[in-house]
């Protein structure tokens, strides 16, 4: 049998095809590293927060922030061990701002179909749906009103939060009445409290508090219901599964323990006490 001599580069090509798979599992490792490890890096977790009492409000005077999505922002922090940071910004752009990486999380997001193709989802934190906000002395407002086709007339004008969940419901469901868009809490209920708008549309335990605090006023869940959805943490879109699977196990415990109801209980003390 002929015999050949293998030469000394022969002899090392599987140890360094051996090198170049380990090098190249390595580089794999480091490109797999998961979002939330990244966050850890930075030492800050951004969570994107406009206001929306309970879910999230701000002090004008100190900027500080509070509600009960404030509040699961800093635990999420906790739990990852870093620092939170909020960064503020609009119904209009907290999608937008997710989209560019101007923060990593984003707090009290309504699950929509559209949004879905924008940003993922965490599981939701609470159940959601709209209610009618208006004083009950109102005539444009008929007694025993229970739709919004029973409100959607010539004349009527709703305030709604400019961008938000309850913005696009709306707008989709009436036909007649006027939508004034504003771009904040405190403008919607300006302008039904200053008689500019005659209907305030948002959140129902929202306008919970707000009717709780101004007794001539009540809040209507209308039938059939104008929309209802989870509130969740909105998350970048190219996160793994894996990379959700940590906010959705985080966010588990403390729905299951009834720790969010407790938070939501306390958001909205303070929001009554505010108001007295």
């Given at each position: 049998?002929?015999?050949?001599t293998?030469?000394?580069?022969?002899?090392?090509?599987?140890?360094?095809?051996?090198?170049?798979?380990?090098?190249?599992?390595?580089?794999?490792?480091?490109?797999?590293?998961?979002?939330?490890q990244?966050?850890q890096?930075?030492?800050?977790?951004?969570?994107?927060?406009?206001?929306?009492?309970?879910?999230v409000m701000?002090?004008?005077?100190?900027?500080?922030?509070?509600?009960?999505?404030?509040?699961?922002?800093?635990?999420?922090?906790?739990?990852?061990?870093?620092?939170?940071?909020?960064?503020?910004?609009?119904?209009?752009?907290?999608?937008?701002?997710?989209?560019?990486?101007?923060?990593?999380?984003?707090?009290?997001?309504?699950?929509?179909?559209?949004?879905?193709?924008?940003?993922?989802?965490?599981?939701?934190?609470?159940?959601?749906?709209?209610?009618?906000?208006?004083?009950?002395?109102?005539?444009?407002?008929?007694?025993?009103?229970?739709?919004?086709?029973?409100?959607?007339?010539?004349?009527?004008?709703?305030?709604?939060?400019?961008?938000?969940?309850?913005?696009?419901?709306?707008?989709?469901?009436?036909?007649?009445?006027?939508?004034?868009?504003?771009?904040?809490?405190?403008?919607?209920r300006?302008?039904?409290?200053?008689?500019?708008?005659?209907?305030?549309?948002?959140?129902?335990?929202?306008?919970?508090?707000?009717?709780?605090?101004?007794?001539?006023?009540?809040?209507?869940?209308?039938?059939?219901?104008?929309?209802?959805?989870?509130?969740?943490?909105?998350?970048?879109?190219?996160?793994?599964?894996?990379?959700?699977?940590?906010?959705?196990?985080?966010?588990?415990?403390?729905?299951?323990?009834?720790?969010?109801?407790?938070?939501?209980r306390?958001?909205?003390?303070?929001?009554?006490?505010?108001?007295?």
């Amino acid at each position: 049998m002929f015999l050949k001599t293998l030469s000394p580069i022969t002899r090392a090509l599987p140890a360094l095809a051996l090198l170049a798979g380990l090098s190249t599992t390595a580089a794999m490792a480091q490109t797999n590293e998961g979002y939330w490890q990244g966050v850890q890096k930075a030492g800050t977790l951004r969570c994107g927060a406009a206001v929306a009492p309970p879910y999230v409000m701000r002090d004008p005077a100190t900027g500080e922030y509070s509600g009960f999505y404030a509040d699961l922002c800093r635990e999420l922090a906790e739990v990852l061990k870093v620092k939170p940071q909020f960064v503020d910004t609009t119904w209009d752009n907290i999608v937008a701002g997710l989209q560019a990486g101007k923060w990593d999380v984003s707090l009290a997001l309504n699950r929509t179909p559209p949004r879905a193709m924008a940003v993922q989802f965490s599981i939701p934190a609470m159940e959601y749906q709209i209610s009618l906000a208006y004083n009950k002395n109102n005539p444009k407002i008929p007694a025993g009103a229970k739709s919004v086709a029973d409100i959607d007339k010539e004349g009527v004008t709703l305030a709604v939060m400019s961008g938000t969940a309850q913005d696009k419901a709306v707008s989709a469901a009436v036909k007649k009445a006027t939508v004034l868009r504003l771009p904040g809490n405190d403008e919607t209920r300006l302008a039904v409290v200053s008689k500019r708008a005659d209907i305030l549309v948002d959140a129902s335990d929202t306008n919970l508090l707000f009717t709780q605090s101004n007794p001539d006023w009540v809040a209507l869940n209308p039938t059939p219901a104008l929309a209802k959805q989870g509130v969740a943490f909105g998350l970048p879109r190219q996160l793994s599964a894996a990379d959700v699977e940590v906010v959705n196990i985080f966010l588990e415990e403390k729905v299951a323990t009834g720790h969010v109801d407790d938070l939501i209980r306390k958001a909205a003390d303070k929001v009554l006490k505010g108001t007295n």
